[in-house]
């Protein structure tokens, strides 16, 4: 992914009116690895070494996908107890200092996500692609980018209705959310939806399962 597509990828909560909901949007994560990243990953690996350089109790990552596995993405919610104004969305203990805080209680809001495999992610890819004339470069629409990984691969959440019933997903033959799962998943504040399905994006690219 190049760096506009990744400043791209930011979350857009922008458009939400302040008056009616005020959210604090983090700094997405980075896969850059400095000089002093890796001299403490390279002091993390002669820990528990059995001599020759080599942890005795390591074990190495697969790099395969297991598609059986979900990605969950979890947020919390911080709202006032009075009123029921939100005050903040954002992943899960980002802002542990508002948690204590008197008259103030949180909301743990959590969804899983299937990984789409190499040849899914391409597809996605192509279809939110367009070239641009007068820039004379295709251009990538990641806004259809995000809804494709969120009808394709969010297979269950814990939101609930008005009555505290958990708002049950339904999906197709082809695993994509049905008609009138996808009406309910799209009345789900926009700022919500933006943080699940921008995190689960860089998850899925890390494969951070």
């Known amino acids: 992914m190049s760096g506009q597509e990744n400043e791209n990828v930011r979350s857009i909560e922008d458009g939400i009116n302040d008056k009616v909901l005020e959210v604090v949007v983090e700094k997405p994560e980075t896969t850059e690895v400095t000089e002093e990243m890796e001299s403490d990953i390279a002091v993390e690996g002669t820990s528990g070494t059995n001599g ?7 074990k190495k990552p697969s790099l395969f996908l297991d598609q059986e596995k979900r990605i969950r993405v979890e947020v919390d919610i911080f709202y006032e107890e009075e009123s ?9 203990d980002m802002y542990p200092q508002f948690k204590g805080i008197p ?64 708002i049950e997903l339904k999906h197709d033959p082809s695993g994509a959310l ?30 951070l399962q």
């Open 52 to 58: 020759e350089g080599e942890s005795a109790i390591s």
């Open 84 to 92: 029921g104004r939100i005050i903040n969305i954002s992943r899960k």
């Open 103 to 166: 008259g103030i209680s949180c909301m743990e809001v959590w969804a899983d996500f299937s990984a789409p495999t190499y040849e899914e992610l391409q597809t996605y890819r192509k279809q939110s692609a367009s070239f641009d004339r007068l820039a004379g470069a295709i251009i990538m629409d990641n806004i259809a980018l995000r809804q494709l990984y969120l009808i394709y691969h969010l297979k269950e959440w814990n939101l609930e209705d008005a009555d505290s019933n958990v």
């Open 178 to 207: 049905d008609d009138e799962s996808l009406e309910k998943v799209y009345g789900a504040l926009p700022a919500l939806l933006d943080i699940l399905v921008g995190t689960f994006e860089r998850r899925a690219l890390l494969n």
